[in-house]
Every structure is written in C-alpha cells, then in structure tokens.
C-alpha cells in the first residue's frame, strides 16, 4: 500500500514541524506503520516506528530524543513531530506500512515495506 504524508516544508535550524500520514482503517489495527528519509544522493533511511498495537515506538539513532512518532486511530493518523531540526534532517519523508503483519519487534528495515508514496520534502535551512 502506499499511504499518503504530509505536512512538509522549510524551516530554520532548530524548529519543528509536524509530518501527518493516513492510513486506511484495515492497515492501521494490524501493522506496524513507519516513517523513512531519504536525502539527495542517500539511501534511503529509517527514522520512526509504531508497532501494530501502538503499545511500542522505535527510532533511529540520529532523531531519538528529537523526533516523537504517535498514532490517533480515531482519525486513522499516524504523526511524526520533529524538534530541533538540523540541515542533515532534510530530505523527502515517506510513511509506509510494514509488510509483516501484527511485526511487533524492533528491526525495521526499507525491504520490509513493500511499496512508497511520493513522500513529503522537509528542508531545514541553516
């Protein structure tokens, strides 16, 4: 499935914008939904994950303690805020459920997402 982010946009050194994913009902009960990067001539990277039950969240070393993953089932959102945003934080964000259905581990990794949207460009000016 591709599912949708947004909420991109430009902002300074050190502020914070908030990403939004939807996810249809029948993903969002019963499959971890992640956020990935990727930045010019990169690879793609894994930032953030909430695992099917909403119950555990995972990040990558280079956001913990400023990025937050949460999910709102009332409204089918998965969000992921971002504080104290950095340059390096730049590049095109995308929201993806796992493929692994009721995945409650940790590892997660861009093969176990089986598809991409266009994805959300945060650019972090210095």
């Known amino acids: 499935v591709q599912l949708q982010a947004c909420g991109g946009g430009l902002v300074q050194t050190g502020g914070s914008l908030r990403l939004s994913c939807v996810v249809p009902g029948r993903f969002f009960s019963n499959y971890a939904i992640g956020w990935f990067r990727q930045a010019p001539g990169k690879e793609r990277e894994f930032v953030a994950a909430v695992d099917w039950r909403a119950t555990s969240t995972y990040y990558g070393d280079s956001v913990k303690g400023r990025f937050t993953i949460s999910r709102v089932k009332a409204k089918n959102l998965v969000y992921l805020q971002m504080e104290s945003l950095r340059p390096e934080d730049t590049a095109v964000y995308y929201c993806?459920?796992?493929?692994?259905?009721?995945?409650?581990?940790?590892?997660?990794?861009?093969?176990?997402?089986?598809?991409w949207g266009q994805g959300t460009l945060v650019t972090v000016s210095s």
């Open positions: 993806e459920a796992d493929s692994r259905r009721y995945y409650s581990g940790s590892n997660y990794n861009t093969a176990d997402f089986s598809s």
